[in-house]
């Protein structure tokens, strides 16, 4: 999920203020034209829940080098007023059963993979067999092996796999990227990494994320956005990995992590204290070094994003109101596959952040035993 959830459906007045918003897109964008004439990349959303609904399909509308082209669902009741929104001819329309089609369908270059976590690998499966490019939101799968496998298989039909790390678009996030390489303050000593929501207030809500054959719990939501960011602020692979379960609502996360703590062993000593949780709200980034520090907070929130370091650098937010985020990243996303340049969130970066996830289950199982993080 993002920092600042959003329950209630993308009504058709707001998708209609996000389309005239669109106009106001290229004087935001601080790009030039698209490397080829300017055409369009068309994407295609695969599932049709919340963050397709209230994220992705109105910043689509705000993207210069993006246009939505197609759906891919398996509730033909959510159609007509996405089609009629976003005017979506019925030839550009899929169920999950027939998505292979899309092979055929020339008005659609990429697939935007929006399901829940279990499906991700399957559907880019079949989306690369079709040649079309990927995007795929985070967790990447349901472990490195998925994810090797989706790397291999966009690699052998040459199409470009990229993960939906919003953050990694995101301007000040770019910044504590480069300080990773610059170390303004010296040797980087120690990092903490908190990203959590507090969910299920009234009980029954989001199934698939209580489920732990559908990739549920905190750790694949939110615990990825702990270990992306703690291995982009330093620019280095952890070593190994201590996690610890600590659900307490065990009503209602019966069989997924609620919260886990976790800790990680960098090279150069460098330690990184992180917890995931949807029983709390957290959302905090912090980097300290042998001579100063910086932080974030938000961290990871879909606006907002501000930070400040220990020399009084303020870090102010930079992309402005939701979805803007969104909008960047698939531009960027776009750009790569115009000028067949690397994506800079490729697959791999999700593999590797998977090595991580898998070694964080196998340390909770035994309560937080050292575990070592053998990168490929
Ligand atoms: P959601 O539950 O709102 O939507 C999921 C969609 O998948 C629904 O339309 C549902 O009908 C469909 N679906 C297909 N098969 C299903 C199945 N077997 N079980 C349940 N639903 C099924 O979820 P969401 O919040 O939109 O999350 C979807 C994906 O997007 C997840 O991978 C999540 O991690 C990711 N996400 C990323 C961000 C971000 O900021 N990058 C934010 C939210 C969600």
């Given at each position: 999920?993002?920092?600042?959830?959003?329950r209630?459906?993308?009504?058709?007045?707001?998708?209609?203020?996000?389309?005239?918003?669109a106009?106001?897109?290229?004087?935001?964008?601080?790009?030039?034209?698209?490397?080829?004439?300017?055409?369009?990349?068309?994407?295609?959303?695969?599932?049709?829940?919340?963050?397709?609904?209230?994220?992705?399909?109105?910043?689509?509308?705000?993207?210069?080098?993006?246009?939505?082209?197609?759906?891919?669902?398996?509730?033909?009741?959510?159609?007509?007023?996405?089609?009629?929104?976003?005017?979506?001819?019925?030839?550009?329309?899929?169920?999950?059963?027939?998505?292979?089609?899309?092979?055929?369908?020339?008005?659609?270059?990429?697939?935007?993979?929006?399901?829940?976590?279990?499906?991700?690998?399957?559907?880019?499966?079949?989306?690369?067999a079709?040649?079309?490019?990927?995007?795929?939101?985070?967790p990447?799968?349901?472990?490195?092996?998925?994810?090797?496998?989706?790397?291999?298989?966009?690699?052998?039909?040459?199409?470009?796999?990229?993960?939906?790390?919003?953050?990694?678009?995101?301007?000040?996030?770019?910044?504590?990227?480069?300080m990773?390489?610059?170390?303004?303050f010296?040797?980087?000593?120690?990092?903490?990494?908190?990203?959590?929501?507090?969910?299920?207030?009234?009980?029954?809500?989001?199934?698939?994320?209580?489920?732990?054959?559908?990739?549920?719990?905190?750790?694949?939501?939110?615990?990825?956005?702990?270990?992306?960011?703690?291995?982009?602020?330093?620019?280095?692979?952890?070593?190994?990995?201590?996690?610890?379960?600590?659900?307490?609502?065990?009503?209602?996360?019966?069989?997924?992590?609620?919260?886990?703590?976790?800790?990680?062993?960098?090279?150069?000593?460098?330690?990184?204290?992180?917890?995931?949780?949807?029983?709390?709200?957290?959302?905090?980034?912090?980097?300290?070094?042998?001579?100063?520090?910086?932080?974030?907070?938000?961290?990871?929130?879909?606006?907002?994003?501000?930070?400040?370091a220990?020399?009084?650098?303020?870090?102010?937010?930079?992309?402005?109101?939701?979805?803007?985020?969104?909008?960047?990243?698939?531009?960027?996303?776009?750009?790569?596959?115009?000028?067949?340049?690397?994506?800079?969130?490729?697959?791999?970066?999700?593999?590797?952040?998977?090595?991580?996830?898998?070694a964080?289950?196998?340390?909770?199982?035994?309560?937080?035993?050292?575990?070592?993080?053998?990168?490929?």
């Amino acid at each position: 999920m993002g920092g600042n959830r959003r329950r209630h459906g993308w009504t058709r007045r707001e998708a209609l203020q996000s389309l005239a918003l669109a106009g106001a897109a290229a004087a935001w964008s601080p790009r030039s034209l698209a490397q080829d004439g300017g055409r369009r990349i068309g994407v295609a959303l695969v599932g049709l829940g919340h963050y397709s609904r209230d994220l992705l399909a109105p910043a689509l509308q705000l993207t210069r080098h993006c246009r939505l082209a197609g759906l891919v669902t398996g509730s033909p009741d959510k159609l007509p007023e996405w089609q009629g929104t976003y005017a979506i001819p019925d030839r550009n329309v899929y169920s999950y059963d027939d998505f292979h089609r899309i092979a055929d369908n020339p008005d659609i270059d990429a697939v935007y993979i929006v399901t829940p976590n279990h499906l991700h690998k399957p559907q880019t499966l079949t989306a690369a067999a079709a040649g079309k490019h990927v995007w795929c939101e985070k967790p990447m799968a349901m472990d490195a092996a998925e994810g090797e496998a989706m790397v291999k298989a966009c690699r052998d039909h040459k199409v470009q796999l990229t993960i939906g790390y919003r953050m990694q678009h995101e301007p000040n996030t770019r910044r504590f990227m480069a300080m990773a390489k610059e170390r303004p303050f010296g040797r980087i000593i120690k990092l903490r990494a908190d990203a959590g929501w507090f969910g299920w207030r009234n009980g029954a809500d989001d199934a698939w994320r209580l489920d732990p054959a559908r990739g549920g719990g905190a750790m694949y939501d939110m615990g990825v956005y702990c270990v992306n960011a703690v291995r982009y602020s330093t620019g280095m692979e952890p070593l190994a990995i201590s996690a610890v379960d600590e659900t307490v609502r065990r009503d209602i996360f019966k069989a997924v992590d609620e919260t886990m703590r976790f800790r990680l062993e960098f090279p150069e000593d460098i330690v990184a204290e992180c917890v995931t949780s949807f029983g709390r709200n957290v959302n905090t980034l912090q980097i300290d070094c042998e001579r100063g520090w910086y932080t974030m907070t938000p961290f990871q929130g879909y606006e907002g994003n501000a930070g400040r370091a220990s020399d009084g650098t303020v870090f102010t937010p930079q992309l402005g109101k939701t979805p803007r985020m969104q909008a960047e990243q698939m531009d960027q996303d776009a750009l790569a596959i115009l000028g067949n340049t690397a994506p800079r969130v490729p697959g791999e970066v999700g593999v590797a952040d998977m090595r991580v996830v898998d070694a964080a289950f196998a340390s909770a199982r035994e309560n937080g035993k050292r575990v070592e993080i053998v990168q490929g």
